[in-house]
Nanobody, 118 residues
Framework: VQLVESGGGLVQPGGSLRLSCAAS????????MSWYRQAPGKERELVAS????????DYVDSVKGRFTISRDNAKNTVYLQMNILKPEETAVYYC????????????WGQGTQVTVSP
C-alpha cells in the first residue's frame, strides 16, 4: 500500500498550489480520502475530506472558499487545490485513506511540505 503526495513547495502569500496524492496497493474507489496538515509544534488537523464517489466534501472552516478537494478514481488520485495561501498554512500536508466499510482501515502518505512565505 502506498500513498505518495506531490506538488508541495514554496509559494508567496496569496499564491496557489495543487497537491496530488497517488494511491496504489488497495482499491482506491472504496476509500474515503482526506488531507491533513501539521505545522511545526502543532497537532495534525483535518483540512478537507471527500467520500468514495466524490459526492460529498467537507472542509475546515479556515479554508472554505479557498481550497478544493477532488478525486479521480480512474487515476487513483486525490487532489487539493489551494488558493490564496496564507503564511500560517505553512505545514506538512498529508494524504489519508480510510476504508468506507471500517474506520480501522487507514493509510497515510509520507507528507509534502508547503511553505508560504514572501
Amino acid at each position: 500500500v502506498q500513498l505518495v503526495e506531490s506538488g508541495g513547495g514554496l509559494v508567496q502569500p496569496g499564491g496557489s498550489l495543487r497537491l496530488s496524492c497517488a494511491a496504489s496497493g488497495f482499491t482506491f474507489s472504496r476509500y474515503h480520502m482526506s488531507w491533513y496538515r501539521q505545522a511545526p509544534g502543532k497537532e495534525r488537523e483535518l483540512v478537507a475530506s471527500i467520500t468514495i464517489a466524490g459526492g460529498s466534501t467537507d472542509y475546515v472552516d479556515s479554508v472554505k472558499g479557498r481550497f478544493t478537494i477532488s478525486r479521480d478514481n480512474a487515476k487513483n488520485t486525490v487532489y487539493l487545490q489551494m488558493n490564496i495561501l496564507k503564511p500560517e498554512e505553512t505545514a506538512v500536508y498529508y494524504c489519508r485513506a480510510q476504508a468506507a466499510w471500517g474506520p480501522a482501515y487507514v493509510y497515510w502518505g509520507q507528507g509534502t511540505q508547503v511553505t508560504v512565505s514572501p
